[in-house]
């Protein structure tokens, strides 16, 4: 058994299942939403349970809820902040609908997700019951009104004297009211308290003895008040586990992709939501020799990262959709240099500064187009969060040997969720091997394009006869400045054919349903999930939809023209703006579509529609569900 | 039978690096350019130094001085306007092996790279940063530059310009971890030469203002110092530059000076009406970001596969967990606290 398990009686599971066996239903998945003002752990509650599921071997998909100020008023609509966990028997591989369990702090906090629709009809709301005997009459009002106002919706609310209780184990129940939070849901979902006690264990382990035993009473004492209390028990089957798996966020996988790539450089400037990739490397990345350099602005950290690159060490620069354009101008010398970089871009909502803690697929064109001049780059998105840590390596593999820019666009969605995903097995192939370094032969030039593939060989400083001038100049294949007619069309040319060499290297991507049919959803990037998923339902109802999800935007791989052109009507769905039908004003002549439709139509030439919106929101799979039975009504 | 192998014989005649091999492409530079007395003395500083070429890095930004890497016999990178600083300190921070020089113009320096100038004073890498300032945007045709004196006038302020100019001397000396500051003029070869091969020497980010002729938009501008050399101010010190006896005799205003004495040099690089040549101030005891980022660990696949395992270990869910199916608990991750 476990260290952590003491025999005290506290710490002793309770039969749950002999006492309210009778009032236990037996569900496959749910979605629980805990939520609290900032500040009060709603988010170290919802990784815990997040985390005890996991281990239990259910899947487990977690979005941060993260108001967009750091010390948001309390009790404020706005201020709402916590985790929500989408829990199930099977595999998950996406956020899922609405929920249908809420435990919230203040029934503030529940306002604007009730409004926002993230909770299902009739759904049980657990909420802490202090504030109805507030001796400010204001807050006892809005208490009741609010909980009036849930009940009249049909939503079964649950008030608990959460304080109240918590004090009766601990002086200061502010701190630690979360993890009473986590005993009521591990009754609730059956949860096995032995994890429970090692994550907490694990968790304050820093903080001694003292407030773990704390902590530990605090759960038990949660979860005998819903065993007694509540009438809410279910059970979901939790397979247990049985190859190692790793669970983490986005950020997190990205900032292990850039040490299994083997970069040794990230040059970042800190932006929302891609910041905390940099905070975890920044951890981990000195004990191997890596260095994470915070520049004095974007611009500065990607031009670190391409002077690393140009002496020889590959560099990433991690950063969101404004940081990106203001690193534009560098992306162009990157390219026209030739110059590996990797480019993360932890897309946000836009334009401007717009949702800076809520997902947008909206920077996919702006990764393409956004260079002035010609700047043939490589795009990749990550689908998943395991994706996120391989897509890194591939990535670097790919700046380096075609000596080019690559893009990886991923999202607030993949870089806040968390998911399990089997354990990499390391290989040293990861890292890319050394580059020659051997005195350059007599007579090489710096950009020797290969007359069919654009490609050249890189050299670097230190190598022996290989002195030149990098210029983002047109230049010729000596590198020598130059402004004659033919130069610039050369040099764009061979930049151009190395992205058509790369294109040849792509396998087409598989369809996920029937080689063709009525209706083809096309995705990119953190959707993948959520699309699959209402493809899955909606088949299963027998409409005649499929989908196709891209991991390189550019180039695309040959194939695809092929498949879209199997399917009666095709359509992407993507987290950007486009414009509806549904308003007067907008007909085929004007409409604006959303960023892969444009690039789909420009390519394929086939009529391509698209369902988007910037919500700010992970895509739902019951809402892309809707949408498919009505196209296909 | 007898003598050396002959790959064993010292190869003292090619090791010898002479001035041609530092010699790039052929200037372009309108003639009288004061940018190539600068080149001269660089190409003449990397000789003296023995410099090899494959390890030397002229790193510039855009402007005619930014072209100064591709007349050099070295590796160059011919950047973005005003990126010269954080892209030679990319090239610095993995490869301590490398030289490396940084040519920018006023325009480059003190106006759209401001912020890097800011910070690459404060992170005090090793490499010696040249600001040619001519006092106006040469390579766009005449625009006034933070550096242009107040009421020139130039194709964007035809009536005079209205600020007053921008001192970059004091501006470094104002910013925390400055190492060394120096000024010269180009056309006094023999003290150039000696501030920048002090400022080579220097361990840490080597500052040097280099007042230039621009012939061409601005071509009176250094008139008055040219005719009384009187105006120009020596800084003489015990660890300063020495000059020729020749030069000697022509610059004779000299001012006593400590270049270990931070707030006399603020006081000197704001002197009005004289323009203080030499070293203001040097400090070779600040800390380089270079050296304190330097890694502590090699970068080996065996290191890579242990700092990973442990990031997994730590994110680990490990079979045997518990289910509600199947599995106690008895194995449960004993290794996540690892």
């Known amino acids: 058994m476990s260290s952590s398990k003491s025999t005290e009686a506290r710490h002793q599971s309770p039969d749950v299942v002999s006492m309210h066996g009778a009032r236990t239903q037996r569900i496959s998945e749910h979605i629980v939403e805990i939520i609290s003002d900032s500040g009060e752990g709603a988010q170290t509650a919802g990784q815990m349970f997040a985390t005890v599921s996991a281990k239990m071997g259910n899947g487990v998909w977690t979005v941060e809820i993260i108001p967009a100020e750091i010390e948001p008023p309390a009790r404020s609509i706005e201020g709402a902040s916590g985790n929500r966990i989408r829990l199930c028997s099977g595999a998950v591989t996406n956020a899922g609908d609405a929920a249908d369990v809420i435990i919230a702090l203040n029934e503030q906090v529940l306002i604007g997700r009730e409004a926002a629709g993230e909770f299902k009809q009739g759904a049980h709301i657990l909420l802490e019951n202090k504030w109805a005997q507030n001796k400010i009459s204001n807050i006892v009002t809005a208490y009741n009104d609010a909980v009036g106002n849930f009940k009249a919706k049909g939503y079964r609310v649950h008030e608990i004297p959460m304080e109240e209780e918590c004090r009766k184990f601990v002086d200061n129940p502010l701190r630690g009211k979360n993890i009473f939070v986590v005993g009521i849901l591990s009754y609730i979902y059956s949860r096995d308290l032995d994890i429970a006690r090692q994550e907490i264990a694990k968790k304050f382990k820093k903080k001694g003895e003292a407030i773990i035993e704390s902590n530990l009473s605090l759960l038990d004492a949660g979860y005998h008040w819903a065993q007694h209390n509540l009438d809410l028990h279910f059970e979901i089957d939790s397979p247990g586990v049985t190859e190692p798996q790793v669970v983490m966020n986005g950020n997190a996988a990205l900032a292990l992709g850039t040490v299994a790539s083997g970069m040794e450089v990230c040059a970042m400037y800190p932006i929302t939501p891609a910041t905390s990739a940099s905070h975890f490397l920044s951890e981990i990345f000195e004990e191997v020799g890596g260095v994470v350099h915070q520049a004095e602005d974007e611009i500065a950290a990607c031009a670190f990262a391409i002077g690393a690159s140009y002496a020889g060490k590959c560099a990433v620069t991690i950063t969101s959709g404004p940081g990106m354009a203001l690193k534009t101008e560098l992306m162009g010398l990157s390219v026209m240099g030739e110059i590996p970089l990797v480019l993360v871009d932890v897309q946000r909502g836009g334009p401007s500064t717009g949702l800076p803690t809520k997902v947008e697929q909206g920077d996919l064109l702006a990764a393409m187009f956004g260079v002035p001049g010609d700047a043939p780059k490589i795009i990749m998105a990550p689908a998943t969060i395991e994706d996120c840590f391989y897509s890194i390596i591939t990535a670097r593999k790919i700046a380096e040997t075609f000596r080019t820019l690559v893009v990886v666009l991923t999202d607030a969605n993949l870089a806040t969720g968390q998911q399990a995903f089997p354990r990499p097995a390391f290989k040293e192939e990861w890292l890319a091997p050394p580059v020659d370094q051997s005195p350059v032969p007599a007579g090489a030039n710096p950009y020797d394009w290969d007359a069919a593939t654009g490609l050249s060989v890189r050299r670097l400083p230190g190598q022996a006869n290989g002195m030149f001038t990098l210029t983002g100049l047109a230049h010729t294949r000596q590198g020598t400045v130059a402004y004659g007619p033919g130069v610039n069309q050369e040099g764009c040319r061979h930049r151009s054919l190395k992205l058509a060499a790369f294109q040849k290297t792509l396998k087409t991507p598989e369809v996920f349903g029937d080689p063709e049919g009525d209706l083809l959803i096309v995705g990119w990037g953190s959707t993948r999930g959520a699309i699959e998923e209402a493809v899955m339902r909606t088949r299963a109802d027998g409409l005649d939809v499929s989908s196709l999800h891209l991991k390189f935007l550019q180039p695309m791989a040959s194939g695809i023209r092929e498949i879209l052109h199997r399917y009666k009507r095709v359509m992407t769905v993507e987290i950007n703006y486009s414009d509806s039908l549904d308003d007067e004003i907008i007909d085929d002549d004007n409409r604006r579509y959303a960023n892969l439709a444009w690039l789909l139509r420009a390519r394929y030439l086939v009529d391509i529609d698209c369902w988007s919106n910037v919500h700010g929101q992970p895509m739902k799979p019951g809402a892309i569900e809707s949408m498919i039975r009505s196209r296909l009504q | ?338």
Not at chain 2, 28 to 43: E, F, S, V, Y
Not at chain 2, 120 to 137: E, W
């Open chain 2, 1 to 338: 039978m007898f003598g050396l192998k002959s790959e064993c014989v010292l190869k003292v005649d090619e090791e010898f690096h002479d001035l041609e091999e530092y010699q790039g492409r052929v200037a372009r530079w309108c003639p009288g350019c004061g940018d190539n007395g600068i080149l001269a003395a660089t190409q003449r500083l990397c000789r003296d130094e023995q410099l090899p070429p494959e390890k030397t890095v002229f790193v510039s930004g855009i402007g005619c001085a930014a072209r100064f890497p591709h007349y050099m016999g070295t590796y160059g990178f011919h950047g973005l306007h005003g990126r010269a600083l954080p892209t030679a300190q990319g090239v610095k921070i993995r490869r301590p092996d490398l030289k490396v020089f940084v040519n920018m113009g006023d325009g480059d320096c003190c106006s759209i790279g401001t912020a890097h100038w800011i910070h690459a004073v404060r992170m005090n890498m090793n490499m010696v940063a040249m600001l040619h300032d001519n006092n106006i945007y040469g390579l766009t045709k005449n625009q006034v530059s933070p550096t242009t004196p107040k009421g020139m006038t130039t194709a964007t302020t035809p009536h005079g310009s209205v600020l007053r100019e921008m001192n970059p001397l004091t501006a470094t000396l104002g910013i925390t971890n400055v190492s060394f500051v120096a000024q010269a003029v180009e056309w006094v070869p023999d003290l150039l030469y000696q501030v920048i091969r002090a400022a080579y020497q220097h361990k840490g980010f080597a500052f040097v203002r280099i007042l230039q002729r621009c012939p061409h938009f601005m071509p009176t501008l250094f008139d008055s110092l040219l005719s009384n050399p009187d105006d120009i101010m020596v800084l003489d010190s015990d660890d300063g530059v020495k000059l020729s006896e020749a030069t000697a005799k022509v610059y004779k205003t000299r001012e006593p000076h400590d270049t270990a004495d931070l707030n006399l040099a603020r006081e000197v690089a704001g002197t009005e009406g004289k323009v203080p040549v030499g070293i203001l101030y040097r400090n070779a005891s600040v800390p380089c970001y270079d050296e304190l980022r330097k890694p502590a660990r090699l970068h080996t696949p065996e290191q890579a596969r242990t700092v990973l395992d442990r990031a997994f270990d730590r994110f680990g869910i490990f079979p045997g967990a518990s289910g509600t199916r199947h599995g106690t608990g008895d194995e449960t991750d004993r290794r996540t606290d690892a």
